[in-house]
């Protein structure tokens, strides 16, 4: 199946087609962020997500959620273009991009089985109580050290 971008509701569609065997009946997964100068801890991050389950949903900060959250120097790639690189990943399934500053509208319109969130966001995981409500579990995935949008961005400015 090649990844592809979708609207909410088509992603709700794709997920219980999965979920309920329309594709190959598994366990759907989520995360989701900025994803906006994509590095090696993105891409590692986004394989343990998939291993988690049988399909992958990452969920994309719209260029106006990236600025409410990061400032109004980002994101440096726009939303298309982000999108269109994860859906290059093998990784990933299906992206969905959302302008809320957080996915919790988003997770509860397509109930996955997993969400996965980094260890850095241990303290809040928005979602986890729909994903748990439902009988889903949260995981927490390991960050791999210097690796960050932030210090790719610092790195590139000679800082």
């Not at 100068?37 to 389950?53: D, K, M, N, P, S």
């Not at 980094?118 to 579990?137: L, M, N, P, Q």
Request: net charge neutral; hydrophobic share 40%.
């Amino acid at each position: 199946m090649r990844p592809q971008l979708l609207n909410r509701e088509q992603a709700r569609q794709f997920c219980r087609d999965i979920q309920s065997g329309g594709h190959f009946s598994g366990k759907v997964v989520f995360t989701n962020g900025c994803f906006d100068i994509l590095h090696r801890g993105h891409v590692t991050y986004l394989e343990f997500a998939r291993a988690q389950g049988d399909a992958l949903v990452v969920g994309l900060n719209s260029d106006a959620s990236v600025r409410r959250l990061k400032g109004p120097t980002r994101p440096v790639n726009n939303e298309v273009d982000r999108a269109y690189v994860l859906c290059g990943l093998r990784a990933v399934d299906a992206v969905v991009v959302f302008d809320e500053d957080e996915p919790r509208d988003l997770i509860a319109a397509i109930e996955p089985d997993v969400l996965v969130k980094g260890k850095d966001w241990a303290h809040y995981v928005s979602g986890r109580d729909i994903v748990e409500a439902r009988g889903g579990r949260v995981v927490l995935a390991d960050m791999v050290e210097g690796h960050s949008t932030t210090a790719t961005i610092a790195r590139s400015r000679g800082a």
